[in-house]
Antibody, heavy 118, light 111 residues
Framework: EVQLVQSGAEVKKPGESLKISCKAS????????IGWVRQTPGEGLEWMGV????????MYSPPFQGQVTLSADRSVATVNLHWRALQASDTAIYYC???????????WGQGTPVTVSS | QSALTQPRSVSGSLGQSVTISCTGT?????????VSWNRQHPGKGPQLILF???KRPSGVPDRFSGSKSGNTASLTISGLQGEDEGYYYC???????????FGTGTQVFVL
């Protein structure tokens, strides 16, 4: 059974750095694209980026290019999302999602709420 | 890439049918037969219920069906049940070098 289990809720101040993670199980981690989807009341669901753990190739959506960094650790089947300097506008729920070409997202994590406030 | 347009909400009585539309452009919905639908219950992660317009993943009941005409895809839920309440999001492939685009989301109410 495929499972994506995400790290817990975070509360941070503007300017702070943050890394959230997602541990995958139940499939060959290196063989599927996996990434992060942001959910906000105003913008709905948005793909941020995906990574192919097999060779660490990445693809970012334009609004998020340069704002976040995706990484993957095949030894522990974990994908990470990293911010160097958070902004209040990064307040959202972040979902880990396994992407299959043409199919969309076939499996989702449970979500990680991130609150950025001074 | 702009979000796909969905109605804000739809409602139906137990046992009835509802249809949710998802309108895009030739660059997404209209250009590919790769539209998926996800359901999200409050406080939970989304769950895939249809892919490639009208295919159901294992375990999804056949009360869920999909179709597409031009730049608009549709999800029909037949025989509405209480558990069908929630938010529904469409999603479309947009090409090899870009990531998929999601719909604005539709809240389904079961009366």
């Amino acid at each position: 059974e495929v499972q994506l289990v995400q790290s817990g809720a975070e509360v941070k101040k503007p300017g702070e750095s943050l890394k959230i993670s997602c541990k995958a199980s139940g499939y060959l981690f290196g063989n599927y694209w996996i990434g992060w989807v942001r959910q906000t009341p105003g913008e709905g669901l948005e793909w941020m980026g995906v990574i192919y753990p097999g060779d660490s190739s990445t693809m970012y959506s334009p609004p998020f290019q340069g704002q976040v960094t995706l990484s993957a650790d095949r030894s522990v089947a974990t994908v990470n999302l990293h911010w160097r300097a958070l902004q209040a506008s990064d307040t959202a729920i972040y979902y880990c999602a396994r992407r299959v070409a043409y199919m969309g997202v076939d499996f989702w994590g449970q979500g990680t709420p991130v609150t950025v406030s001074s | 890439q702009s979000a796909l347009t969905q109605p804000r909400s739809v409602s139906g009585s137990l046992g009835q049918s509802v249809t949710i539309s998802c309108t895009g452009t030739i660059g997404d919905v209209g250009g590919y037969n790769y539209v998926s639908w996800n359901r999200q219950h409050p406080g939970k992660g989304p769950q895939l219920i249809l892919f490639e317009v009208n295919k159901r993943p294992s375990g999804v009941p056949d009360r869920f069906s999909g179709s597409k005409s031009g730049n608009t895809a549709s999800l029909t839920i037949s025989g509405l049940q209480g558990e069908d309440e929630g938010y529904y999001y469409c999603c479309s492939y947009t090409g090899e070098s870009t990531l998929d685009v999601f719909g604005t989301g539709t809240q389904v109410f079961v009366l």
